[in-house]
């Protein structure tokens, strides 16, 4: 522990001295598209004088904290000649249902634990762990269903467990998202091109226009960078300096491309008809009858060797009943959704997953009109007014690494500044969803994200105690080659947990939409469907007028 702590302390001590030496850099500049200039009187800048792995000075330790809760199970290193028929797959893997914890018939409150195996193309079983799983129970004709939670054992085999909350029958359903395999191939391209989606931005001074790369980190000298450090936050964002312009002539960010480095065996790893995203079937019956729980039945916390599942809540007749306390109000027409946000101001604030909230609400509220901000439809920013009813709904997209097409430079904004800006209150509602657009980086820069936005929203809470802070998780979405890539399931589980993980003690309420993804029986989507995104707002205003 002791030799822990100094190097901890040295390693603070040597980002420190990085920070201040970029704070001495970036102070003098007006705005952050202002010209970065080497002082004639210094040595050329060293080439590294970034890091896709940096935090701030006073977030190491929670960071590595951090990194360690979600630490993956080792997988299979791949030589360059490996067999696909060696890799884990989902013909010869099955799962078997296992008999009642205390023997006799299944009733509501129990856990279901199912045994989960899998084995590669020739049948064999997997000695080690590593393959993403995932795990349902559901029943098609009450529309009901419930996330399982998936235990690695790290020997090829794994428990997924299940709470029972309806009566009747209830269908087991377990997914292969990725081998194990598949997970080291993803975990080498974060660590070795964490620059594979890449970005530009045009710069412009009358007739003269040029373009160039930017990034979180450009391996380059700083007199070769426009330097777009956020001055408050710190949050890093370089620009190769265009050949004849100035930094400070920079108008729009873009997503530039992506950069495709996997071998043709690697990529089949990635194959949504094989091994990517397919069902495992079941060695018995797969699914089981619930009936009625007696009365003044206790639950145990453990159940076998493993702990009661605790699922956030679970379908029942197409709707979302939530089990961490919230009751979850139903809106079905528009003039109760009007009468709850009745002079109520939300902010949201986030990726496209965000924006589709603005979308459902501006078109299921007649009287929500939105005024046109002459505003790119991708990346806004939004505004809707309902006059009569004094209700205000803007949208806002965050600020670097964002994806979209093309945003004008003088409109990145990242969240925590604006939170900063916020007067606050009980009529003020703020909803955040930030996720999908940091997949393809190393887990510290989204780390360092959250981060700064919980700063933000505790000082937020500290000087308007009744405001309303809605965080919107990560969901399971549908996965190409492509999308394996840059935005899997895989990397959007672990930043899930990262993210819970950030915000768990600060009071804000969250939207699982993980859970309601995963539990709902439609396709999983990066933006769900509308039954599942009603869903989501219901429960978004179920916190905003809660049942008295």
């Known amino acids: 522990i002791h030799i822990l702590q100094v190097k901890l302390q040295l390693y603070c001590c040597v980002l420190m001295a990085r920070f201040l030496k970029m704070s001495v850099l970036t102070t003098k500049a007006p705005t952050p598209n202002a ?30 904290l951090l990194k360690e809760s979600i630490a993956w199970p080792e997988t299979p290193s791949l030589p360059p000649n490996f067999s696909l028929n060696d890799t884990s797959g989902s013909a010869h893997s099955t799962f078997t249902i296992l008999p009642r914890n205390g023997g006799g018939s299944w ?8 045994l989960i195996q899998i084995a590669d193309f020739h049948g064999r079983r997997k000695s080690s762990g590593g393959d993403v799983l995932l795990a349902r129970l559901h029943n098609p004709t009450l529309f009901a269903g419930v996330a399982g939670r998936v235990l690695d054992h790290r020997n090829g085999s794994y428990t997924a467990a299940f709470s029972l909350l309806w009566e009747g029958s209830a269908q087991v359903e377990v997914t292969l998202v990725h081998s194990s395999e598949a997970v080291t191939v ?15 931005s045009l710069f412009r001074s009358g007739s003269a226009t ?33 050949k004849k312009l100035n930094c400070g002539t920079r108008i729009t960010h ?26 495992i079937p079941a060695s018995g019956p797969a699914n089981i009858t619930v009936s ?18 605790k699922p956030s809540g679970y379908y029942y007749n197409g709707v979302w009943r939530s089990l961490d306390g919230t009751t979850v109000r139903q809106f079905e027409t528009a003039t109760k959704m009007s009468r709850c946000l009745k002079g109520k101001v939300l902010h949201l604030y986030g990726d496209s997953t965000i924006r589709q909230w603005f979308e459902y609400l501006t078109k299921t509220l007649p009287g929500l009109k939105t005024f046109d901000l002459k505003t790119p439809k991708q990346n806004g920013p939004f505004l809707a007014l309902d006059y009569p009813n004094n209700i205000l709904v803007s949208f806002r997209c965050h600020g670097p690494p964002i994806r979209f097409s093309s945003v004008p430079a003088n409109q990145l904004r990242y969240i925590a500044n604006e939170l900063d800006a916020l007067l606050g209150g009980t009529n003020t509602v703020v909803v955040i969803g930030i996720w999908s657009h940091f997949s393809t980086f190393p887990v510290e820069v989204y780390i360092r994200r959250l981060l700064t936005i919980r700063r933000a929203v505790e ?20 996965l ?49 469907q509308p039954p599942i995104i009603q869903n989501m707002i219901d429960v978004v205003l179920s916190h905003v007028c809660p049942q008295r």
Not at 107 to 114: H, I, K, M, W, Y
Not at 216 to 221: E, I
Not at 257 to 264: C, I, P, V
Not at 460 to 478: D, E, F, S
């Open 186 to 200: 993803l975990q080498k391209l974060t660590q070795e091109q964490p620059d594979r989606v890449f970005f530009r």
């Open 107 to 114: 009733r509501v409150g129990d856990q279901l634990e199912v």
């Open 35 to 64: 010209t970065t200039s080497k002082r004639p009187t210094e040595p050329p800048e060293p080439a590294n004088i970034c890091s896709f792995h940096s935090v701030l000075p006073e977030d190491v330790l929670e960071a590595e």
């Open 254 to 279: 873009a997503k530039g491309g992506f950069r495709q480095n996997l071998r043709r065996m690697q990529e089949k790893l990635f194959n949504s008809a094989v091994n990517m995203k397919v069902y």
């Open 459 to 478: 000082q937020l809470l500290t000087r308007a105690p009744g405001t309303l802070v809605i965080i919107r998780t990560a969901n399971p979405k549908a």
């Open 292 to 309: 009625t729980k007696p009365k003044g039945t206790a639950l145990p916390e453990k159940v076998g060797n493993v702990l009661r599942t």
């Open 480 to 528: 190409s080659l492509y999308e394996a890539q840059t935005n899997s399931d895989w990397y959007s589980l672990q930043h899930d947990k990262v993210l819970r993980a950030i915000f768990k003690k600060v009071k804000v309420r969250l939207v699982d939409a993980w859970e309601m993804t995963l539990a709902h029986h439609l396709p999983h989507n990066l933006h769900p």
């Open 210 to 242: 040029e373009t160039t790369t930017c990034n979180v980190c450009l391996q380059a000298p700083l007199e070769k960078l426009c330097n777009y450090t956020d001055l408050h936050t710190g949050e890093p964002w370089f620009c190769y300096k265009p």
